[in-house]
C-alpha cells in the first residue's frame, strides 16, 4: 500500500508579507516616546520592521528600560495599531490559494501572539494556527512541526527559518530587504508580491507531482 501524501501546509510570516505594520507601530512608537520622553527616530525603525522588539528598541534606550518599554509598547498597541493596519495586495488571495489545494495555513511571526491574532481577527485572514514570538532560525520549529513545504516572508531572517526548517523559502521584498539582499541570503523564490503568489503555487505543486 502507499502512504497517503501529507497535506499542503504553507506558513506565512505576518508584518511587511500579509500586513503593512508600518503606520500601526509608528502610532505606538509615537505615544510610546511622548510616554517615555525619548525622542524615538520613528521613520527609521519602521524602514526594516521584522525583528524583535526589544532589538529594534536597544540601541535608543538604557539597557534597564528596554523590557519595561517593551511591555508598555504592547499595552498600547491594540488601542492604536490594529484599525489602521490594512492587508498587503495579494494576502487574502495568497492565503486563498493555498485553501484552493486544500492546504492549511500557519501564521509564523515575531509579533506578539495576542498582538498578531489582533490582526488576523481584524482583517479576516484565513490562517489556521498563529505561533508567535519566534525570529529567525527559531521559525524553524514550528514550521518543522507542521511539515510545511514552504515559507513566505518579506525578511532575510525569513529566509534563515525557512532554510534552518529545511522548506522553501518564498520572498516578497514589501518589507525593508530588497530583493537582491534576499536572493543573497539564500531564498529559493523572489516574488514581486504576493499577488504572484498563487499564479507559483500553481505551478510549483504541478512540478512537484
Known amino acids: 500500500m502507499t502512504r497517503p501524501a501529507a497535506p499542503l501546509v504553507v506558513g506565512f510570516d505576518l508584518d511587511m508579507t500579509l500586513i503593512d505594520t508600518v503606520p500601526g507601530f509608528a502610532a505606538v512608537l509615537r505615544a510610546l516616546g511622548e510616554e517615555l520622553g525619548v525622542d524615538l527616530p520613528v521613520a527609521e525603525m519602521t524602514e526594516r520592521l521584522g525583528p524583535p522588539l526589544d532589538v529594534l528598541l536597544a540601541p535608543h534606550l538604557e539597557a534597564t528600560r528596554v523590557p519595561d518599554a517593551c511591555d508598555r509598547f504592547r499595552a498600547l498597541y491594540p488601542d492604536l495599531a490594529v484599525a489602521s493596519v490594512p492587508a498587503l495586495p495579494g494576502a ?20 506578539y ?31 518543522r512541526a507542521a511539515g510545511a513545504a514552504a ?59
Open 92 to 111: 487574502h488571495e495568497a492565503l486563498a490559494a493555498v485553501r484552493r489545494h486544500g492546504g492549511r495555513t500557519l501564521l509564523v511571526t515575531g509579533k
Open 113 to 143: 501572539e495576542p498582538n498578531a491574532r489582533r490582526h488576523v481577527d481584524h482583517l479576516g485572514l484565513d490562517v489556521d494556527e498563529v505561533v508567535g514570538w519566534v525570529w529567525g532560525v527559531l521559525k524553524a520549529d514550528p514550521l
Open 151 to 209: 515559507y513566505v516572508g518579506d525578511h532575510v531572517h525569513d529566509v534563515e527559518g525557512a532554510l534552518a526548517a529545511g522548506t522553501t523559502s518564498v520572498s516578497v521584498p514589501t518589507g525593508g530587504c530588497t530583493a537582491d539582499e534576499l536572493r543573497a541570503a539564500g531564498t529559493h523564490v523572489v516574488l514581486p508580491d504576493l499577488l504572484a503568489f498563487p499564479d507559483w503555487l500553481e505551478e510549483h505543486l504541478a512540478a512537484r507531482a
